[in-house]
Structures are given as C-alpha cells and as structure tokens.
C-alpha cells in the first residue's frame, strides 16, 4: 500500500499542483492533507469548495485504490459544513462497503482544531486491472 | 450581472489558479470554461475529479451569485460520465428552484464534442447581503 | 419495453402498495404516476420525502431496465424543490450518459401545473443478466 | 423530545403506512425501525429503494426536528450498499454539523445482522416556527 501512496503522490497531477499529500493508507482507508493558501480561495476569501472536494477526493482516490487494483470514482457528494479560510486541513477516508464492482466510501474534512469542514461519500468503480506501480 | 462575473473572474483565486473563466452570465445561469492542462490531471492522467468539480462549482457559483445577492453553496452531488485527458471543457449552470432562501442548480461539463463528461446538483443557501462588487 | 413495463407495474409490490405506475416507456427514458393521498404526507400533511423519493425511484428504475438487461441503482440524490400536498405527480426519467457497467439518469417530479417539485440523480450498475418478464 | 418522537409517530401519515416507528431520539439523533413484508419489495422481491430511503429519512426527520423547531429536508443523497429481502431494518441518524439555518445529518439503515445495507446524507433548512406538539 506504501506503494500506491507513492505512485499517487508522485502521479496525480492536481494534487502536487494544489499541494495536497497522503500521508497515510491502510487497507481500504487513506489520509490527505493540505496547507491553504491563497490560491485555494474563492472570491469570498474562503477555501474553495473545489479545494475542499478535490483534497477528499484524493483521500477518496487512495482508499479505493488502496488495495492495487484500479478504481474509478463514479459519483460523490459533499456537504459544506463551515467555512474555513487558513491552516491545516485533513481529510480521512474510511470505507463503508466493497462488494464486486461497487465500493463506498465516507470522507470527513477537518480544520487544524478537528472542527468538521466538509463531509464527502464516493462510490468507485473496481476494474479488474491493476495498477501500474 | 456582467459585474459579479468580472468580480469572480478576479478574485476567485482558486479559478486563476486553474485557469478557470466565467465566460458568460444571466439570472440564474452561467458557463464557465477551461483548456486542459497537465497539471489538472489524476494519476491516469486523466482530468481529475477535482478539476471536473471546480469547473462546475464556478459556473454554480456564478448562477446562484447572478442576481447580485451573497449565495452560498451548501451541498453539491456529482455524476462522472466519461473520462476525458485534453481540449476545452465547458461548464453550463442553470437554475432549478429558487424560492426564499434555497436555490438549486443543475450544472452540465461538456467536452469539445460536446459529449457530457460530468452533471452535478448543486444547492445553494442565499443570505441578504449583496456582493461587493 | 412494453414488456418491462407491464413486469415492473405487475411486480413492484412498494409502488403497488403506493399507488405509484408506470404510464409511459422507451430506451433509456420512463415516466411514473401517482395521485397524492393522506397515507403519502408526513406531519406536515405535505407529500412525504420517501413518498417523491419513491415515484422518481420507480421512473429510474423502469429507464434503467428498459433496454431488457437488469440494471441496479446503487446511488440516488434528490434536492426537494417546493413543497406539495394533493394532486397528481409525474415523474420523468432520462438518461444522461450509458457506458459499460453504469448508467445515470436525471428524474424531474412535477405536480399538476408543472412546477418542478423534486430532482433526482440516480446511478445503476448494469448486470449481464436479462430481465425475466 | 419525547414529545417530538410521539408527534412524528403520530402524525407522519407514510410512516405508519409503511410500518415505520421512531423508537429513540435524543438532540440532533434518532432511531428508526421497520419490518420487511412484501409490500416493501420491488420486482425483484428486494426491499425497495424507495423503502429504505423513507426509513432513513424517517430517522433524519426526527433528528432534525429533535430541538423542537420545524426543520425541511432540503437534499438527501444515498449510497445502496447491499440487498435485503427480510427481517428487521434499523436507521440511525446523527447530526454532522448544525449551524444557522443548515443542519447535516448521516443515516446508516442496517440489517438485523448490522450488516450496512445503506447510507444517508440529508441536509435540512432549519425555519425560526416550533413543532406544533
């Protein structure tokens, strides 16, 4: 699994250009993490709501991919619980079922004082592919 | 209306960042558009579920600002139809509902052949406060 | 798809019990009935959440079973527009993408004027057995 | 909050239509049970999306009203994770965030076996009116 945290932190090309990390994988469940900065922001001066989806989705994309098999994302949706404009942010994913094809995963966005953020829930679709790393 | 998208097109910083521009604007719609680039893919290579959000969350952002009054997204729900590595994406957001202090919106990302790439709902809470712009 | 349609209208036994039919049907698009009553509210005395969410679930599933290969939603999301109390509602179903294993569809329920009352995004996963019917 | 449970038992019309009871609630929480029978089934004698959404937006209705102040689902979204056919369904709602006029809840609906069988993410617009009970 060290080996897929590898290969998507030196691979996705959105998450370097957006400075976001995992930092941590297991069997089904992953950890993401980013430090906002000014890019991040909306007009308001807020992290983005793009920000907040594409750092739980990649904690999403390592927990499905966490077992070297191809998944792809299908379908999420998140809930914006509070604004948040500096600092830390953490997102954990965990998953909730792995059945065939389907697997489903929860996703929770934390600030640097665990307040919740964002809460995201992904279905991926597992091909029969592995991936190449 | 022309102001909230000059007002979006510069100071939503996350939209620089990416390359993202408010192309066009109405009551209650807007289209939003960017040119893939490397740095918006995954680890396939592909564009990246959070490059497909952040377009469409612009172009959402756009059409529940339209009316010149602060609106907030609150939850946001996205279906990932084909995958998609190059070219100019478009992002079209129009009005569902709109009554008190909810609104609703459906958002279409559309590749250059105008195959659909991604849908997404977004919803959208509206406060009092006009925009500053 | 005549055939899938009399199936599901014979066979569904919730919208039996709901009063929810089946009234029109094609490839990849369906449009469900049903007539408001007291057992369909909630303490409001409005229609009940699961009641619109139900008759949508039906015109989306008859889409998604339409072309005779069993197809299974596995995810739904539904923003609720305005609230309703009497009257009839129609729900219809259309397909916004169709590639392999899954499919996603867009379902409006409106009431008798035609206000929108609620929007569904549901997701199927398609098998490769066929319909029994 | 006694008072909130009594109310929704008695007064949600498609609840006990269906068999469903509010068996706890507490702040921001509550349960929500049911009994599988025939009535609840699609064609392919599996318990009914629609049923199990309305289980979990029975469990979501009464932890956002819990406070005693009318809340509306305004979006609910659904991930179905694996069939059921009988016995004994349980749905546990718990609030996410509540803040203002939004509330965000997530819903587990499981099996006798506590197998999960489906999860709920509501998000409620919270009005200034208390329950009339």
Redesign the interface.
Known sequence: MEKVKG??N?????????GIEIVDIGPGRATARMTLA???????GMA????L???A??AF?AACNSYGR?A????????????VATGLLTAEARE??Q?G??A?Y?VEVRDESAN?VA?F?G?A?RKKDLLEC
């Open positions: 290969y998507i030196a691979n996705d090309r959105l998450a370097r250009f957006l000014d890019e991040h922001t909306n007009s308001l983005h709501g793009g920000t989806f594409a750092l989705d990649l994309a191809v792809l994302g299908v379908q999420a949706s998140i809930h914006f619980h509070r604004p909730l079922s059945g094809r389907m489903s929860l919740l809460s829930q279905l679709y």
